[in-house]
């Protein structure tokens, strides 16, 4: 969708390998966040940044580590790759008083 | 522990019938309510949303309704159409205003709406 762009949209890694998702959007929000959603888990979220360098930890943040340079880009780093993170991995974006507006996801398959 | 349940993994309706979706929700710091839809291999896209000082909201098919003391809320779609089958999603957030992204969801429920 317009707006907000993840990249890859698939991806195979090996264990213990580093892996960075990239979250790109064009609408100038303040507010950007990561979750995973996996079967019987419905959304988890991972880390949000409320600006730039500003992150926070959110519920299922061990494994994961965030950074923001700029606005318009958030990226979710698995330092050290495991089955575990085998996910599909959400992007999402809000301004402020508005809800939040997801990305299309990237399907990340760890072996 | 769940913070946000909804009970019902699937649910089927008739087109043009009336589709009843259920959430509750355990923690009562939560003011903010949202459902959300999701279609195979896309993102959550937004539906509609509800405060807690209000007990029920309405845009076109959708209505959501919140019953505090219950700690309840639903989202009633009608008539059901075919385009409407999608796993519908249940969030909730506290403090409403500043972070809406920073949501407890639940674990969703896939509706069916047979022609």
């Known amino acids: 969708d317009a707006g907000i762009t993840q990249s890859p949209r698939h991806k195979v890694t090996e264990t213990g390998t580093p892996v960075t998702l990239r979250c790109h959007q064009t609408?100038?929000?303040?507010?950007m966040y990561w979750y995973r959603q996996d079967p019987g888990h419905g959304l988890r979220l991972i880390h949000y940044?409320?600006?730039?360098?500003?992150?926070d930890k959110g519920e299922v943040s061990d494994g994961y580590s965030v950074s923001r340079s700029k606005t318009e880009d958030f990226l979710l780093t698995l330092e050290s790759a495991t089955s575990s993170q085998t996910s599909v991995y959400f992007c999402?974006?809000?301004?402020?008083?508005?809800?939040?507006?997801f990305g299309q996801g990237t399907r990340l398959t760890v072996v | 522990d769940q913070q946000v349940k909804q009970n019902s993994p699937s649910l089927s309706v008739q087109e043009g019938r009336i589709s009843i979706l259920n959430c509750d929700y355990t923690?009562?710091?939560?003011?903010?309510f949202l459902w959300y839809k999701k279609y195979p291999a896309e993102g959550p896209t937004f539906l509609i949303s509800?405060?807690?000082?209000?007990d029920k909201n309405e845009d076109g098919r959708f209505t959501v309704f919140l019953n505090k003391s219950a700690k309840h809320l639903s989202l009633h779609i009608v008539p059901s159409q075919p385009g409407d089958s999608a796993v519908y999603f249940c969030?909730?957030?506290?403090?409403?205003?500043?972070?809406?992204?920073?949501?407890?969801f639940g674990k969703g429920t896939k509706l069916s709406v047979k022609p």
């Open positions: 999402a974006i809000s301004g402020a008083g508005r809800p939040a507006f």
């Open positions: 609408e100038n929000h303040r507010y």
């Open positions: 940044s409320y600006g730039v360098k500003d992150t």
């Open positions: 923690n009562s710091m939560f003011d903010y």
């Open positions: 509800i405060s807690s000082i209000k």
């Open positions: 969030a909730a957030k506290r403090n409403y205003g500043g972070s809406q992204g920073n949501l407890i």
